[in-house]
């Protein structure tokens, strides 16, 4: 049985955080990546496709420019963001639009099922998956 010295110890558990913090960051900017993939697929129907069918009919292209993936960064290293910022995103998303009523006002109607390709692209994706996989294949084999 070997011991070792408190320092020495306290750097090897400092070794282990930092390797499971890179893995963590790797395996978090994948997933992202990933998602924004499916997300991207989601938003690339037939032109001519029906009006509200899903995939999203790319009509002007609008939609699968403004999709985005935001991955990790040594400020922030565990949080990733996968969004779109184009204007009507929202209302593709939930299916609730904004129209004229008349008078210089606007009604809020519920026009069809919304389509919610980025959530569906997560369900498709499964992040957690990933990032378990990437930490048991990885990361968990170097420090066993």
Same mark, same amino acid.
């Given at each position: 049985?070997?011991?070792?010295?408190?320092?020495?110890?306290?750097?090897?558990?400092?070794?282990?955080?930092?390797?499971?913090? !890179?893995?963590? /960051?790797?395996?978090? $900017?994948?997933? =992202?990546?990933?998602?924004?993939?499916?997300? *991207?697929?989601?938003?690339? @129907?037939?032109?001519?496709?029906?009006?509200?069918?899903?995939?999203?009919?790319?009509?002007?292209?609008?939609?699968?420019?403004?999709?985005?993936?935001?991955?990790?960064?040594?400020?922030?290293?565990?949080?990733?963001?996968?969004?779109?910022?184009?204007?009507?995103?929202? !209302?593709?998303? /939930?299916?609730?639009? $904004?129209?004229? =009523?008349?008078?210089?006002?606007?009604?809020? *109607?519920?026009?069809?099922? @919304?389509?919610?390709?980025?959530?569906?692209?997560?369900?498709?994706?499964?992040?957690?998956?990933?990032?378990?996989?990437?930490?048991?294949?990885?990361?968990?084999?170097?420090?066993?």
């Amino acid at each position: 049985m070997s011991t070792l010295a408190n320092s020495q110890l306290l750097q090897n558990i400092r070794v282990m955080v930092d390797s499971l913090n !890179a893995q963590l /960051s790797t395996s978090l $900017n994948k997933a =992202a990546d990933g998602i924004n993939a499916i997300a *991207r697929r989601n938003l690339s @129907g037939a032109k001519n496709a029906a009006p509200w069918s899903y995939p999203v009919p790319r009509r002007s292209g609008g939609l699968l420019l403004n999709q985005k993936a935001q991955r990790t960064t040594p400020a922030n290293p565990f949080t990733a963001y996968v969004f779109n910022l184009a204007g009507y995103a929202g !209302a593709v998303h /939930s299916g609730v639009v $904004n129209e004229w =009523a008349g008078r210089g006002k606007t009604r809020t *109607r519920i026009k069809a099922d @919304g389509r919610a390709f980025i959530d569906d692209a997560a369900a498709e994706f499964q992040p957690l998956m990933v990032i378990q996989r990437d930490l048991e294949q990885g990361w968990l084999r170097q420090w066993t």
